[in-house]
């Protein structure tokens, strides 16, 4: 029975080492995405900055765990048998919820998954002796911690929001997007005054707890009590050290971000370290307690009362070294952690770019009431003081650096401010989340810089209501997952737990297998990434033409795949082919949306005088594609009622006259999409003849099956549905052949 555990512990640090890579991925938004946004340095140069803040952090943590050991249970009630089942069932829980949001790259919080986690699994037992008798569930689960976590969502959100937004629209109007202009008499101030910050918030929230500071002398109640003082001195000399490097032609901004971005990973491993190896290290504790006092006691009836004081864990050091270890190679590596923050980036970038999120009801009318209640607000505001306001924050000829999402002045009020809420929150006792306190800042201060224009305003919106989502989704997931697992684990015994262990395996390697698909599709779109970064228009015209390219060839491609799949599930009766092509259709048109809005993106960055000569052909290519995209939906929809009700099918003369319609329109769609492909338009023009000779074709057998319809004695539903087929396939075949056209207008000099 004992090695059963110990081979329960070793799968558990197994866990907590994906877990470990897992949490620092998703977490990585926190303090990734203002350097990377802003590009303040090169990727890998942000990269191993944030990596020697993890291990640093990590390394130098105090290896408190008294959030997993008895934060949310009380051990004097729970056994050796309860908490592997327990710690089991939170392992398993926290790692595949992680996993499942970075595989859609977005942000959730490793605390709210570990506590409610615990807190599913613990009340999961706790029911069970709640039923046995004795016992109330007060006695048995510390439900404050949850509390104060479920404030916490609604604090961190609120209130980062809101401060994100303030500070940074009074720093725009202080230095403007020209701010390069207005640092003499400024820099120096704002410097030592972030940097004080940041150095602050590492004393509170990175280093608080270090043995290395308690060796000096600077403990907890020592820095609580010399704060104004630590300010004080630290503000002095800050500010002149800002001057000076200011005057030696130093980017102080720069210094701030890459500043913030260390402090906030340091912080981060070594406050949330507990959220990934506090359970295993919690088991190993009980583990080593119960082999040296438990001799021939049953593990079910061995008390963890261990786990109530503190801990006394040999060689925790090492523990804490390896998992810095294990997080700095993590974030070097992990493609998951790159996916999370590009989320982020894009929520806040500056100018239109390509829009992660579509549009949502909640976030139409949140816009609508916004423009009301700014219309009204601004007939109360002097005209003088709304156009000095308005060039403060005048774009043209921003300071951006090269491919950024957003200046640097920004990403240091989002570093510097997050830094500021969670001392502010750690001080007032407030259980702020870092990851809410992060993205929710990085949303306001993009608000008050006006990167939510009219036109992305609803994609944005949208995004942050879904990542909001996520988060609470978050908590009651972990609550029901984890209270399920503990469950099977309890009755179940060792068979279910190794079915668990099994299973959470599987469910690992799936989303991994997953994730390495939807990044090779997003992969597909790097052209248009090149396009935005492009500068020289000359160069953008090509990549647009490539683009373009691309996109008419894969509708052309689609449209002889879903036309075939409609057709065939018609004349057999097949559901299968209706069902592909009615998925295929409502695939199609969210990529067709962006993709087409992404390319009217880059007909704005190409020459004007190229843009008049090829604006006419792009968009009749587009509206076209668009034409066909419906069309095929209206050709499908009246085809699956029919064969989904069973309905008499398509009498043999009706399909022995389609199938050669069908066959010309496949090899007319064929030979355009190769031409389109390869930009040779040689024989063009008799391919469009040859395609008005269908459109005829097709014509005279609608024609003819009007008469039908009017002279026999017909079945009426079947008519009707295949001259309805039959106008589709020429409305198809007229689209198909304005794309072609347009494609060789829009791409020949």
Avoid at 586 to 600: F, H, L, M, P, T
Wanted: with cysteine; aromatic share 10%; glycine share 6%.
């Amino acid at each position: 029975m004992d090695f059963f555990y110990l081979g329960i512990l070793i799968f558990l640090f197994v866990l907590a080492t994906f877990d470990l890579s897992v949490g620092v991925a998703n977490d990585a938004v926190n303090f990734l995405s203002p350097a990377v946004g802003a590009k303040a340095a090169k990727f890998r140069t942000i990269l191993i900055v944030a990596a020697v803040g993890i291990f640093v952090g990590a390394s130098t943590s105090s290896g408190m765990m008294d959030i997993a050991r008895h934060g949310v249970l009380n051990p004097h009630y729970y056994t050796l048998s309860d908490v592997m089942c327990i710690f089991l069932a939170v392992a398993a829980t926290d790692v595949i919820l992680l996993d499942i949001f970075n595989t859609l790259g977005m942000p959730t919080s490793t605390t709210v998954s570990m506590v409610f986690g615990l807190l599913g699994g613990s009340t999961a037992l706790a029911f069970s002796k709640i039923l046995d008798g004795g016992h109330t569930y007060a006695d048995l689960i510390n439900t404050d911690k949850a509390l104060s976590v479920i404030i916490g969502i609604f604090l961190s959100v609120a209130i980062a929001f809101v401060f994100g937004f303030i500070v940074m629209w009074i720093t725009r109007v202080l230095f403007t997007f020209q701010y390069k202009k207005h640092l003499r008499y400024s820099i120096a101030l704002f410097g030592g005054v972030s940097v004080t910050s940041i150095f602050y918030f590492l004393l509170v929230s990175g280093l608080r707890t270090s043995p290395i500071l308690a060796n000096i002398g600077w403990t907890p109640d020592w820095i609580d009590q010399n704060k104004f003082e630590i300010l004080l001195t630290c503000f002095c000399l800050f500010t002149a050290l800002m001057e000076v490097l200011y005057l030696c032609k130093v980017n102080i901004f720069r210094i701030v971000v890459l500043f913030g971005t260390f402090a906030l990973a340091m912080a981060f491993a070594g406050n949330d370290l507990v959220n990934f190896i506090g359970t295993p290290l919690a088991g190993l504790e009980s583990f080593i307690d119960f082999t040296q006092n438990g001799s021939g006691i049953n593990p079910e009836n061995y008390s963890v009362s261990v786990l109530a004081g503190e801990s006394h864990l040999p060689f925790k050091q090492l523990f804490l070294i390896a998992a810095g270890v294990v997080m700095t190679v993590a974030i070097c590596t992990s493609k998951k952690a790159h996916k999370v923050v590009e989320t982020t980036v894009n929520l806040s970038r500056q100018d239109e770019g390509e829009e992660v999120f579509s549009s949502s009801r909640l976030a139409r009318r949140t816009v609508r009431g916004v423009l009301n209640a700014t219309n009204t607000m601004s007939k109360y505001v002097p005209s003088c003081v709304s156009r000095w306001i308005n060039t403060r924050f005048d774009q043209e000829d921003a300071v951006l650096e090269d491919g950024a999402a957003f200046d640097q002045v920004r990403a240091a009020v989002n570093l510097v401010l997050a830094g500021l809420l969670i001392v502010v929150g750690t001080s007032l006792q407030l259980p702020l989340s870092t990851t809410y306190v992060a993205f929710m800042v990085a949303m306001g201060s993009s608000l008050a810089d006006r990167a939510w224009g009219r036109e992305t305003a609803v994609y944005r919106i949208t995004g942050v209501i879904t990542v909001i989502g996520g988060w609470f989704i978050t908590a009651g997931a972990a609550l029901i997952v984890s209270f399920l697992i503990a469950t099977i684990n309890h009755l179940g015994g060792f068979f279910a737990m190794i079915l668990v262990m099994c299973v959470v395996a599987l469910v690992v390697i799936n989303n991994n297998r997953k994730f390495k698909q939807k990044r090779e599709q997003d992969n597909v779109d790097t052209l248009f990434r090149q396009l935005v970064r492009c500068h020289d228009k000359a160069e953008t015209w090509q990549l647009l033409l490539q683009h373009v390219r691309r996109t008419q060839t894969d509708i052309l491609e689609f449209t002889r795949n879903t036309f075939r799949n409609i057709t065939q599930g018609l004349m057999h009766e097949n559901m299968k082919f209706l069902r592909t092509a009615s998925h295929d259709i409502e695939n199609e048109k969210g990529i067709w949306k962006r993709y087409r809005r992404k390319e009217i993106l880059g007909m704005r960055k190409i020459d004007y005088l190229v843009a008049v000569e090829k604006n006419t052909w792009f968009h009749l290519g587009c509206n076209n594609a668009t034409q066909i995209i419906y069309g095929l939906k209206r050709m499908l929809e009246p085809c699956v009622e029919h064969v989904d009700n069973n309905f008499s099918p398509l009498p043999q003369d009706y399909v022995d006259e389609f199938i050669p319609v069908c066959n010309d329109v496949d090899y007319f769609l064929e030979v355009a999409q190769r031409m389109i492909s390869t930009g040779n338009f040689e024989g063009v023009d008799e391919l469009l003849v040859e395609g008005n000779a269908i459109k005829s074709r097709i014509s005279q057998i609608r024609h003819a099956q009007q008469d039908r319809i009017q002279r026999e004695d017909s079945n009426i539903k079947i008519a009707l549905l295949y001259l309805s087929t039959l106008q589709e396939t020429q409305e198809l075949m007229s689209a198909a052949r304005h794309i072609l056209r347009a494609s060789k207008r829009f791409q020949t000099q």
